[in-house]
């Protein structure tokens, strides 16, 4: 039988002008920067000239609103409330990012019903303004809507970092996704590394672990590089490619935004990636 994330994307591709690519950035846990590469990744796509939507689906703790310095006067629980519908939440970002913004805190988001769940990833799925890119920041972990929101978008990045238990827990978020969608793209961000080696690294062990025990492949979507701007634009309320544009991090998220948009991700042989590599393909220290 085809579950429900299927037959809501089939929905979308019956109804809808213009689908957007949907992109869920997700970790397997907290503290690894998820939060700012979806931000600034959002940002760099939209100096591609992309038309982009940030959706801040961490439904227990969200915060995105706050690092991007802006205050909406509605969140998704006046969704879920019923109390108004998807247009009427949408605020204006920096840049023109159109912001989704959730709430922190909120025993009624955080753990809301099946069909509260539904109603919100249907409405995110349905969001039509013309959008190339609707990118989803979720919660850290395994919960039930972190799961839902990853099986209702097509495309999915994980962050890690080279700590060895961020890439355990990389490593089974990405378990339970295969498990229960075999052919769902998975892309690896190695944030926080202190070079383009080391972000490759990360994504080496978890692509081990993933053929060796899933039969299963993951993408190398890049590195965004250790930078102390990075805190001083949280600290500012600002997203770091914006206050920084110059910055390591911004160079790097850039580069992972243009591998997003074409998709020209490393090569999953780590002989062929390491070549890339060495050959000035992967320019995130220039």
């Not at 429900?4 to 019956?14: D, E, H, S, Y």
């Not at 498990?179 to 994504?203: H, Y």
Request: contains cysteine; charged residues 20%.
């Amino acid at each position: 039988m085809t579950d429900q994330a299927q037959l809501l994307r089939n929905l979308v591709n019956q109804t809808a002008c213009y689908i957007p690519r949907t992109v869920a950035v997700t970790s397997g846990k907290g503290g690894v920067g998820k939060t700012n590469i979806a931000i600034n990744l959002a940002l760099a796509l939209i100096n591609l000239k992309q038309k982009v939507a940030l959706l801040d689906g961490d439904l227990g703790l969200a915060n995105a609103d706050l690092l991007l310095g802006v205050y909406p006067k509605y969140t998704l629980v006046d969704i879920v409330n019923g109390k108004r519908e998807l247009r009427d939440i949408i605020i204006e970002g920096p840049q023109g990012l159109k912001v989704i913004a959730g709430s922190s805190g909120v025993y009624e988001l955080a753990n809301m019903n099946q069909m509260g769940l539904d109603r919100l990833i249907s409405a995110a799925v349905h969001l039509n303004q013309g959008l190339d890119f609707l990118i989803v920041d979720t919660s850290a972990g395994l919960a039930r809507s972190v799961i839902r929101v990853i099986e209702a978008v097509n495309e999915v990045l994980v962050v890690a970092t080279s700590e060895p238990s961020s890439i355990a827990d990389a490593y089974g978020l990405i378990k339970t996704i295969i498990q229960r969608e075999p052919e769902k793209e998975i892309v690896i961000i190695a944030n926080m590394v202190r070079s383009p080696n080391e972000g490759l690294l990360v994504w080496q062990k978890i692509n081990l672990m993933t053929t060796r025990f899933l039969r299963r492949e993951v993408k190398y979507g890049g590195s965004v590089l250790y930078d102390h701007k990075v805190v001083a634009a949280v600290r500012s309320q600002q997203a770091f490619i914006l206050a920084y544009p110059g910055s390591i991090a911004s160079r790097s998220v850039k580069t992972a935004a243009e591998n997003l948009l074409t998709k020209n991700y490393l090569s999953a042989d780590p002989v062929t990636a390491n070549r890339q590599l060495f050959f000035g393909r992967d320019t995130f220290a220039n």
